[in-house]
């Protein structure tokens, strides 16, 4: 088919007899098509994108064995097409989603965690310490005293290892969970904390424009961390970090390109990327909206 552009420019330039300036017909611009589509985005709930992400094109959905999900030595990316849900052991009406483990290597598992009607949590094993962020939904947690505090979305709870809790969902949640087996370090003992990521002041980040908080106290007690990151359009990192430190990361909202090792792959809300010890790591922020992900890091223990 012919470019109804093409033909008008043409005619144009044919009418002013070789001037070739080239003269728009009236209303004739001659543009691509609007990728202004994602208006709606602003009036979603707060992470909707996380969990009603943007799947492959529609050219590319039927498209046999195609994936953006990548599993090398030193990194993974997750992306959603290829979540498996099946129903999380020890919870009841919860189907859970493994998104990293031990076998890739991690010392962490990273997890969500969909609640549906009437659904309850179970207890991580012996020693393992836990950490919940709402991604959609409201669940209450409920400590053995039965003192209850509810959690909407972009709320979070850490449970110190072998503290006796449950969350509970009366319609529909959709949770990220961390946890580990808790590096005990001298008398140092951790403590319930909730919160609310809004809550948490921003932490200076010399040489860098992104904005950083952390869900938990920079303390010795606590053997990781949870930062939530948050980059404006354009906004990239500027260390090109190489660490000791393995990281686990849930894109909340926006996009970009994340450099791992020597790979550069395209990312969006609702992509999941595991990061090894010393893989080479970088983030640019593009699209029009705002990058927040969720970032788990070991800190506060001798590698050793
Ligand atoms: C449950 O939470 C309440 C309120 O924070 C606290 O007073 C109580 O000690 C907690 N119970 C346990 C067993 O942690």
């Keep these: 088919m012919q470019n109804p552009c093409v033909s008008e420019l043409l005619l144009s330039s044919f009418t002013l007899i070789g001037l070739f300036i080239p003269v728009l017909g009236d209303g004739g611009f001659c543009s691509a098509?609007?990728?202004?589509?994602?208006?709606?985005?602003?009036?979603?709930?707060l992470y909707w994108k996380a969990t009603n992400p943007t799947l492959s094109p529609s050219h590319l959905q039927d498209l046999p064995g195609f994936t953006r999900s990548v599993y090398k030595r030193d990194h993974a990316l997750i992306s959603p097409e290829s979540h498996v849900f099946s129903p999380l052991p020890d919870w009841t009406n919860t189907l859970g989603a493994y998104l990293i483990s031990p076998a890739m290597g991690s010392h962490f598992v990273m997890y969500l965690a969909k609640m549906q009607e009437n659904s309850r949590s179970g207890l991580p094993p012996d020693d393992v310490e836990r950490f919940v962020f709402v991604i959609q939904g409201i669940v209450t947690l409920t400590n053995s005293s039965g003192i209850s505090d509810k959690l909407m979305v972009d709320s979070y709870a850490y449970l110190p290892p072998n503290f006796e809790h449950s969350l509970k969902c009366d319609g529909s949640a959709t949770l990220a969970v961390f946890e580990r087996r808790h590096a005990y370090l001298g008398n140092h003992i951790t403590e319930l904390i909730v919160g609310s990521t809004d809550e948490q002041p921003l932490i200076e980040t010399p040489g860098e424009v992104f904005e950083l908080r952390k869900l938990l106290p920079a303390s010795m007690p606590y053997d990781f961390n949870i930062h939530i990151m948050d980059f404006q359009p354009g906004e990239f990192l500027n260390v090109k970090e190489?660490?000791?430190?393995?990281?686990?990361?849930?894109?909340?909202?926006?996009?970009?390109?994340?450099?791992l090792g020597d790979s550069w792959y395209p990312v969006q809300a609702g992509d999941a990327i595991w990061m090894a010890p010393f893989v080479p790591q970088w983030y640019g922020a593009l699209g029009k909206t705002r990058t927040r992900y969720l970032l788990y890091k070991d800190v506060n223990r001798n590698p050793l």
């Excluded at 098509?33 to 709930?45: E, F, R, Y």
């Excluded at 000791?244 to 970009?256: A, F, K, S, V």
């Design 242 to 259: 190489v660490h000791y430190n393995q990281h686990g990361l849930l894109l909340l909202e926006g996009q970009g390109i994340y450099r």
């Design 33 to 45: 098509p609007s990728i202004l589509d994602q208006t709606d985005a602003s009036s979603k709930p």
